[in-house]
């Protein structure tokens, strides 16, 4: 095989960013390559090349160079495809390194996704994040608090997977909290069926939000999380279901049946509380939680997620009849990466059923569980470096959000005031390196009640 075609076929196993570079170079060698064999095939240049140094290789015929000539030409044309697809996303389910959007339609963040760097085997990697946070010392109305100081190593999570083959994959997110708290984040089994189409089962992050996936402190602007993806979409929220996950051209999905929450936790707070962890869950009621994006253009996409489902597990009842205590959270968000710029939104809202019995057989008599919920956000963030380093960067950022998980308490039950509330925060992100991050912002706080306290945080953080 001529020396141009061999080269034309070890790029097309080549995965990475400088594609275009090497097609370039393809072309390049392949023109000249086909130059001499036809000067050699051109009779007239038939005595320059007899009183040149090489006199061991035989002319080629024009027919010859022509055949060449279509199959690098064939060849090129299928590198060209290879290169769009790994531009557009579009790559198969099995390629060693995922793009963005790729790991995105799995619901994978950046160091989860570790396990396809390896065709076959264990694969570990990891995140961690410390958080300092210090109160003022009076609330919103001028009166001095409680509240003091704290310094938290929030977690540290290892990333251990096992890829069986090209269909066949485990993953999973073990997690030490606050230094001395062992648990599962997610732990499932993947099974490729097509490009378009993975099935999934065990222990798994429910598809909601900008960040419930997506959590690794790397992946997300701020040294706390938003509080509506704390408290209607509980951050990490995960439980015990199967499903599928795939994409189709621009479109994303993820749909799980998965245990229900508990609403013996919830509070005036939010949803926190409901969280089951796959430990030991109630299933009398199961639970639907779907997701689906639209990425009109890489690094860019809109999308909707919903969870519905019962919530009082068969364990709930008053005067001898058994509560039901359906929960549906609904929520629709955006967001944008492109060019240094970081824009984010969302908005979720949360219902519930027979919540002045749950509130009665939880004993709250007058603040207690709402009938809804509604919490949002708008951030905005911008990479000052951006233009001139990769390897590094400086981020600027705010973010107005407003919460309330009040907004609609049953008839003979008063509102808790504190828990409607407006958060803005105004802060900066510094990446010394990929991989390694230190924010730090302020947080003022206001809330109908004028209990809100404000605070300055400061975290490290780390993935790999």
Known sequence: MPMSARRIDLIRVWRGGRALTIVVAAIGLATTNVAARTARADPRGTQSLEQGAD?????????????????LRRRLDLLAAEVERLRSGEVPADTVELTDDRRRALGLAPSASAIYRTTQGVS???????????????????????????????RHIVYVGYRFDDRFLFNSEIEIEH??????????????????????????????????????PTAFLGARRPQTERRIIPSTWRENGAGVVGSVDRFAYRAYVVNGLNAAGFTA???????????????????????????????????????????????????????????TIVEV???????????????????????????????????????????????????????????????????????????GVPTGFLADLSQDGTFHTFGVEVRPRPGIVVKSDYEWLRNAARTGRNQFNLSLGYAF
């Not at 199961?286 to 996409?301: C, E, K, M, Q, S």
């Not at 710029?341 to 004993?363: I, M, P, Q, T």
């Open 124 to 154: 570990i990697a990891g995140y961690g994040e410390m958080l300092y946070e210090n109160f003022d010392r009076d609330t919103q109305q001028g009166q001095t608090g409680s509240k003091t100081s704290r310094l938290d190593f929030l």
């Open 55 to 71: 006199r061991t290789e035989s002319p080629a015929s024009a027919d010859d160079v022509q055949q060449e000539i279509d199959e």
């Open 269 to 327: 707070a939010g949803l926190r509380g409901g969280r089951q962890k796959g430990s030991k869950a109630d299933a009398a009621d199961v639970a639907f939680a779907g997701r689906l994006d639209f990425r009109p253009t890489p690094g860019v996409f809109v999308g909707t997620g919903l969870y519905t489902g019962g919530s009082d597990q068969g364990r709930l009842d008053l005067n001898g009849r058994s509560l039901d205590v359906g929960t």
């Open 333 to 407: 968000h955006g967001q944008a990466q492109v060019r240094g710029w970081d824009l984010r939104a969302l908005y979720a809202h949360a219902s519930l059923g027979d919540v002045a019995e749950l509130n009665a057989v939880r004993g709250l008599d007058t603040t207690g569980v709402s009938e809804s919920m509604q919490g949002g956000y708008l951030q905005i963030g911008y990479d000052v470096l951006s233009q001139f380093s990769r390897r590094i960067g400086m981020t600027p950022y705010y973010r107005w959000e407003r919460l309330n998980t009040q907004s």
């Open 179 to 216: 230094a001395d708290e062992i648990s599962v984040e997610f732990a499932h089994l993947d099974v490729r069926v097509n490009d378009s189409l993975t099935v999934r089962g065990g222990m798994m992050l429910m598809p909601l939000g900008l960040v419930n996936e997506f959590h690794e």
